[in-house]
């Protein structure tokens, strides 16, 4: 049961209970910002013995997104206040082949949850390293219903599940355009695909714009007159 | 131009009436500098004048502050809750909203909301006033109160805390709700006009009389209009009736605002106000005649004031009024036409012989007309800018007034709370033939000084009515336009040196370089350096509506011809199908050649050899030749309007915002292009080695476009791309075809090369799916429907290639939430816009409004009066409020919705149809009660509102249901609670939340737009990171 809509999820009972628990979480994770998220899993990371090049990713990941905090303020006629923010999407699942290198899995899957999203991922080659690191998350207070382990889920059932709102795989060209084409006959929301199909040189996930493609964009115009707002053209003076 | 200095000579009254028209509506927003000094000799003071002011000035000034009784009511409250202290503003909000709240739970959370946040000790002592001393300890207390409510740690001192603040919170509420009461009293005369009267006498007995009035919001309703009618027949009785024998001074007088008395008196409603709003007036005036009451009609916005002028004239001349004399108007000094209106009105007064009683304010809307202008790209403003140049432009009228030859005509009521204004009025005056007036509540120690010593009459302006109504009303005028009150604080406040306070504004002025204030830009300028804002003549005006309309008719009856533009040239393909004015079917607008799948091949090669030459080209050229597209759509302005008008249906404001979005998209694009492309810069690798990269463009994107935003949202997309360095090819939504050939036509003339730009006219099938089955495709922007959005998804997705971007627009679901401290009026305004403007064919348009249970019955029958006001008809006049839909399909899905809805809910109410909608695609206005959002299905696109009640405390599961239907397009808040706000606002999944606005309209660059879930995959377009989705980064050296 999807705890917002009171609908029934998508998928097997294993996937659809996985997703009710992580749509139910996915407010409150959101809610944190990403300033907060970013210092928790870097305190969790901290606790993990990684190979140094995966260090450095995530530690550049994890800084880049702190950034994402940022509101914009826009400009715009007096007694109006107009901000641009970012959220998480939703619900992502990051998803490995057997060609998923470690390091670029893990980039993945940090940049999902520090970007607000909450996760499921499967790692089909290396049940036993994700099942570990899912755990050492856990531990570290990242909760179980934010980042969950999900072996069985394949890019079939991924094609079933419609409350997904991203996928981000570690995969060849060839797969991902095998995945694209199962993830386009779904219905429901329009997933966003994140690949990163470098697994070596995780040449994506360096890149700024692959993190933006994890959040989505949140405008808000308050109409400030009503509530004093135009104090500011009080405060202009004279020039 | 008029020569402001010509009033002078008596004979310039005496020239026709039209001629002294004539010089009105131009000086609307004429350059302030270029004015103000035509104005200023006219300020001038001459010789010895400064210095006998200036004393004047001092001395009333001294003994003002010398008079222990002179800081009270509300001058005391004002100075120390200023709108300039956080508290201030508070007070002032919580006075607008509280008492109309029935509701105790959301009372006491507004009280929480304000109360708790600010430092109200500070206020405590600070004024000798009892009611502000009584006020203050009672925020203290309250907000202390209430801001334990804050702590939620869980400590027992915690939870006793809020123990006791629920149990006192009635207490709380109760203290509160009299405080209003207290401040209601203050501002207000009396609820009915007998009480005014009554508690007038005093003041009457000393030689003040009064002009009453029963103020409140514009009428939005005939019952509203009708009601105010009945307030103020009712007060002409009584005050024509009432023996007051222990008065001294002239007898009072009623001012009537015109907006209460008609729900639709705006220039483009200029019939209706000429004759129902006519007939209404000539009732009062006839009643007010007969007991020899003089009537004042009050001045509002600056857009009304033409409109005004025309019924005043037609009222003045007609034979109730000839031959009386009591008969008048108002007159803001900070509007630039201000000389112009009072040597018109003067040459009336001369024409007929009959004195014109006028009451020359400064203006109370000031903040609101710098928005307005900025928010419509208008050519500049109608009122000065510096405060000083308001009160030079008031003593130049004063001058003009006080001159001989004016005796008899006009009589002049000086209403100002400005020692200096009143002494140089005095020293200007040759004769005792005027009046002051002020307000109520304001001025009274600076008044009783000028009462005694001088025996000019004074007169208090005074509003009358129950305070629920009043106070609130009064409030929001002072939060919305506070930046006038600053006189009355200075004057009681000791701190503030006289001199500063006696200063001549002519002098201060002159020494202003340049005259009009440099930190207000001009609406064109609001963006800065970056970009122009687009521009917007005002309809509203005369002088600008007049012309613009004679250009748009010369374009009315033209037949425009469209089909396929391939490298820069006109291609035809299918055979040309006849296109139809929505409004009336009958009419042939011209005729489009759709594409067929042989020029969409031949586009595809052209593209792909474009995209090349036009990455290549710097990007500076190519935002340069984007620019120039807005320009040249700027200097195209009226015709894009026909051309909307004629094959979108859109009326006339429609159509101009549509030109300004598109223009504004060209601008924004190139300048977001310039910051993001053709700049190398470093990212690290893995090893943390930096590398430079770049962002270059994807090669060919296609753009599909909707008929909803023919011009707007389809150059948007072409623009973005095109400047990101793609070509693109283009296929606009089949019924607006003409649209975007018009506008492609322009874009080659802008400088775009024929190989970079693509357009296919044409149908989903023979372009669109062709198009997005091509392995040369590189991305796709699209905005329609969901469905389709899959549809474009699968056919991209069964290519043997990578996966492009799909940027897709969808639909929505749009909500507006709205509890019981909204302003009714706002919210029935609001949705009204955001539900039927467009005849709802806006993405972004209102669907549901969820309204708090506890004002649900007020809000329906506000909406009731609303939707029976607007105008259904014609996209070309400028009455009509609600054109046509786009076509038949479309009429007929809503058709059958609302026939659906009939069956299974609640019809509110249903705008009726012109006969001549039977021509053409119109569906009426239409809202209904539903009992549960669930009982909605898909979006319809149109004018159709769905209202929905909740109560309070079920305000979280609403947000919910919202969220369960997936959309996540646009959200309106209207809530004085900030706090509340704020939360829907954290709550909501959507992409654009409007708060205490209407939801529609997202400005590029300012509101960028676009959803989430369902609604849309994102980045929004006018937004930060729109471009860069139509680019990818490379490794400089592999860019090229």
């Known amino acids: 049961m999807n705890p917002v809509t009171g609908h029934s999820v998508t998928g097997d009972s294993n996937t659809g209970q996985a997703l009710t628990s992580a749509l139910a979480a996915w407010e409150n994770w959101n809610s944190l910002g990403f300033k907060t998220r970013s210092e928790r899993l870097s305190a969790a990371l901290s606790k993990q013995t990684l190979p140094r090049e995966a260090q450095k990713l995530l530690q550049l990941l994890l800084e880049r997104a702190a950034r994402l905090e940022k509101i914009h303020e826009l400009p715009g006629p007096t007694g109006e206040c107009n901000e641009l923010y970012l959220n998480g999407r939703g619900v992502a699942v990051v998803h490995g082949t057997d060609q998923s290198h470690q390091v670029a899995f893990l980039g993945q899957l940090i940049t999902a949850l520090v970007c607000g999203n909450c996760v499921l991922v499967s790692l089909p080659s290396q049940t036993d390293w994700c099942e570990s690191i899912c755990k050492q998350l856990h531990a570290a207070g990242i909760s179980q219903a934010v980042l969950q382990h999900h072996p069985a889920l394949n890019t079939y059932s991924l094609s079933q599940l419609e409350e997904i709102s991203l996928v981000a795989p570690v995969c060849t060209e060839e797969e991902l355009i095998t995945l694209n084409r199962q993830l386009a006959e779904r219905n429901g929301l329009l997933v966003q695909l994140i690949p990163e199909t470098d697994p070596i040189g995780c040449t994506h996930l360096l890149q700024p714009d692959h993190m933006l493609r994890f959040v989505t964009e949140k405008t808000r115009s308050i109409n400030t007159t009503a509530v004093g707002g135009n104090a500011t053209l009080l405060e202009l003076g004279n020039g | ?1040």
């Open chain 2, 1 to 1040: 131009m008029f020569k402001a200095i010509d009033v002078l000579d008596p004979a310039w009254i005496s020239q026709p009436e039209e001629t002294l028209w004539q010089a009105i509506s131009p000086l609307y927003s004429i350059d302030e500098d270029i004015w103000l000094r035509e104005l200023m000799p006219l300020a001038e003071p001459r010789s010895g004048e400064i210095e006998k002011t200036e004393k004047l000035a001092a001395s009333l000034i001294e003994r003002v502050r010398a008079d222990d009784d002179a800081i009270h009511m509300i001058d005391a409250l004002l100075l120390e809750y200023s709108l300039d202290t956080k508290e201030g503003i508070l007070l002032m909000c919580l006075a607008e909203a509280l008492m109309r709240i029935p509701d105790a739970d959301t009372a006491d959370a507004l009280i929480r909301d304000k109360l708790s946040v600010a430092d109200w000790k500070k206020h405590l002592r600070n004024s000798e006033s009892l009611l502000v001393n009584a006020s203050t300890w009672g925020l203290l207390l309250t907000g202390k109160v209430v801001t334990m409510d804050e702590r939620e740690d869980g400590s027992p001192a915690g939870i006793i805390n809020r123990l006791v603040n629920r149990m006192s919170e009635p207490v709380i509420r109760n203290a509160m709700q009299q405080a209003m009461k207290v401040m209601g009293h203050q501002f207000v005369l009396g609820r009915s006009i007998n009480e005014a009267l009554d508690r007038g006498s005093k003041f009457r007995q000393k030689g003040y009389t009064y002009s009453f009035d029963m103020l409140g919001e514009a009428a939005l309703t005939a019952a509203d209009a009708s009601k105010y009618f009945n307030d103020y027949a009712r007060a002409i009785d009584v005050v024509g009736n009432h023996q007051d024998k222990k008065a001294k001074g002239p007898k009072p007088s009623v001012s009537i605002k015109l907006s209460a008395l008609h729900p639709r008196y705006e220039f483009a409603q200029e019939e209706r106000v000429l004759t129902e709003l006519y007939e209404t007036v000539i009732r009062l005036v006839r009643r007010a005649r007969a007991l020899d009451v003089a009537i004042t009609i009050d001045a509002e916005e600056m857009d009304r004031l033409e409109l005004s002028l025309r019924l005043f004239k037609k009222l003045y001349q007609h034979e109730s009024v000839r031959g009386w004399g009591g008969f008048g108007l108002v007159v803001q000094a900070y509007s630039k036409r201000a000389l112009p209106v009072l040597a018109w009105l003067a040459g009336l007064a001369k024409q007929q012989g009959d004195m014109i009683p006028l009451r020359l304010v400064k203006g109370a809307y000031w903040d609101s007309e710098i928005k307005l202008c900025q928010q419509r790209g208008l050519s500049g403003y109608p009122v000065y800018t510096r405060k000083e140049a308001t009160d030079t432009a008031y003593l130049a009228c004063a001058r003009f007034l006080l001159s001989e030859h004016l005796c008899g005509l006009i009589w002049p009521q000086f209403a100002s709370h400005n020692a200096h204004t009143v002494s140089a009025i005095m020293t200007k005056a040759t004769h005792r033939q005027f009046e002051f007036q002020r307000l109520h509540g304001m001025g009274d120690a600076l008044y009783n000084k000028v009462l005694d010593e001088t025996g000019v009459s004074v007169r208090i302006y005074a509003p009358v009515g129950n305070h629920k109504d009043l106070l609130p009303y009064l409030v929001r005028r002072l939060l919305e336009n506070g930046a006038n009150s600053s006189f009355v604080h200075r004057l009681v406040d000791a701190r503030c040196p006289i001199s500063e306070l006696v200063q001549h504004p002519w002098q201060v002025l002159r020494e202003r370089q340049p005259l009009h204030n440099p930190k207000i830009p001009l609406p064109i300028d609001i963006f800065g350096d970056s970009r122009k804002n687009s521009f917007s003549p005002n309809i509203d005006i005369e002088s600008e509506w007049t012309p613009f309309s004679a250009e748009i008719k010369s374009h009315l009856n033209r037949q425009w011809q469209g089909q396929s533009l391939i490298d820069g040239k006109p291609v035809a393909g299918a055979e040309p199908h006849p296109v139809k004015a929505p409004h009336d079917t009958r009419i042939l607008v011209g005729s489009v050649s759709f594409a067929n799948k042989a020029l969409v091949e031949q586009a595809m090669d052209v593209a792909t050899r474009g995209y090349t030459e036009w990455q290549q080209t710097p990007v500076k050229t190519r935002a340069d030749a984007l620019r120039r597209l807005g320009d040249l759509l700027e200097e195209h302005l009226a015709e894009f309007v026909a051309l909307c008008h004629m094959e979108a249906g859109k009326t006339i404001q429609d159509s101009i915002d549509e030109v300004r979005e598109a223009v504004d998209f060209c601008r924004f694009y190139a300048n977001q292009a310039e910051e993001d492309c053709g700049h190398p810069f470093m990212l690290p690798d893995l090893q943390g080695t930096g590398r430079n990269w770049e962002r270059r463009r994807r090669g060919i994107f296609v753009c599909i476009s909707p008929w909803n935003f023919p011009l707007a949202i389809f150059l948007g997309q072409v623009t973005a791309a095109l400047a990101a360095g793609n070509s693109v090819i283009a296929k606009p939504a089949e019924q607006t075809s003409l649209i975007a050939y018009r506008a492609i036509e322009l874009m080659l003339e802008a400088g775009v090369p024929g190989s970079a730009i693509q357009l296919l006219p044409g149908d989903g099938a023979n372009v669109g799916a062709p198009l997005t089955s091509d392995t040369r495709i590189n991305g796709v922007a699209f905005t329609g429907s969901t469905e389709t959005a899959h549809l474009i998804n699968r056919a991209l997705s069964r290519r043997d290639a990578a996966p492009v971007p799909l940027i897709a627009e969808t639909g929505g679901q749009n909500a507006m939430i709205v509890d019981s401290t909204a302003l009714p009026e706002q919210v029935v305004t609001d949705a009204v816009l955001s539900g039927f403007a467009s005849a709802g064919q806006r993405c972004s348009a209102l669907r549901i409004l969820c309204v708090q249970t506890d004002i649900a019955d007020r809000i329906i029958e506000l909406l009731k009066g609303a939707m029976a006001e607007l105008k259904v008809g014609d996209p070309r006049l400028h009455s009509t409020d609600v054109g046509p839909v786009i076509d038949q399909g479309a009429q007929q899905g809503l058709l059958q919705h609302i026939e659906k809805m009939k069956a299974q809910s609640s019809l509110i109410a249903q705008t009726a149809m012109p006969a001549e909608a039977s021509y053409g695609t119109f569906v009426p206005p239409t809202a209904f009660e539903i009992k549960s959002i669930d009982q909605l299905g898909r979006e319809q696109f149109g004018p159709i509102i769905h209202l929905v009640r909740y109560k309070a405390n079920e305000l979280d599961k609403l947000i919910d249901t919202i969220n369960a239907t997936g959309y996540g397009l646009t959200l309106g808040v209207h809530s004085r609670n900030e706090r509340t706000a704020a939360r829907i606002e954290a709550r909501a999944k959507v992409g654009n939340a409007y708060i205490n606005r209407n939801q529609i309209g997202a400005v590029v660059g300012v509101q960028p737009f676009g959803g989430q879930g369902l609604s849309g995959t994102g980045p929004k377009a006018g937004g930060p990171h729109y471009l860069q989705r139509f680019t990818r980064l490379m490794p400089v050296q592999e860019a090229n």
